[in-house]
């Protein structure tokens, strides 16, 4: 069993895996406690794996690289047409490894720390300014 695509829902103490084999099949359905992520990560092959982009993912992004996978980045609004069922960390995982694998899917770049920081740095004095004005 191959898995060639995954799916990584995040979330504050699990987040939920699916990965599909060469045939499009699901493979994987797994819901792994964030300290988990690592080790069940560095114990595979790499792959091609998407996230929806937020604060922690590009954090996941730069730790999956590391470990050889390839990581892309999704605004949640391109992901929300794939999700077929409810709302679930499932169902949205599944989503994310479909759409990670459309040609048309466009993709935020990965952010560094520095660059993120710099972000939290701006986000911060623009709180400060509007309640300045305010």
């Keep these: 069993m191959k ?20 045939h ?3 493979a994987l359905k797994k819901p792994l406690k964030r300290h988990q992520m690592l080790t069940f990560s560095a ?4 792959c091609l ?3 929806e982009a937020c604060g922690s993912a590009h ?3 730069r730790q999956l690289t590391a470990l050889g996978y390839t990581v892309k980045l999704m605004a949640p609004q391109f992901v929300r ?3 077929r069922t409810n709302k679930n960390d499932a169902a ?3 989503a994310l490894c479909e759409a990670v694998a459309r040609p048309s899917m466009r993709f935020v770049p990965g952010k560094t720390a520095e660059q993120q920081a710099i972000l939290a740095v ?3 004095r623009q709180g400060f300014v509007k309640a300045r004005t305010a």
């Design 43 to 46: 114990n595979r092959k790499p």
């Design 24 to 26: 499009g099949q699901a």
């Design 59 to 61: 954090h996941w992004a």
């Design 122 to 124: 701006h986000r911060a």
């Design 81 to 83: 047409p794939y999700v």
């Design 3 to 22: 898995i060639t695509a995954m799916g990584i829902d995040l979330a504050k103490r699990v987040c939920q895996i699916h990965g599909v084999d060469t």
């Design 49 to 51: 794996i998407g996230m």
């Design 92 to 94: 949205d995982a599944e």
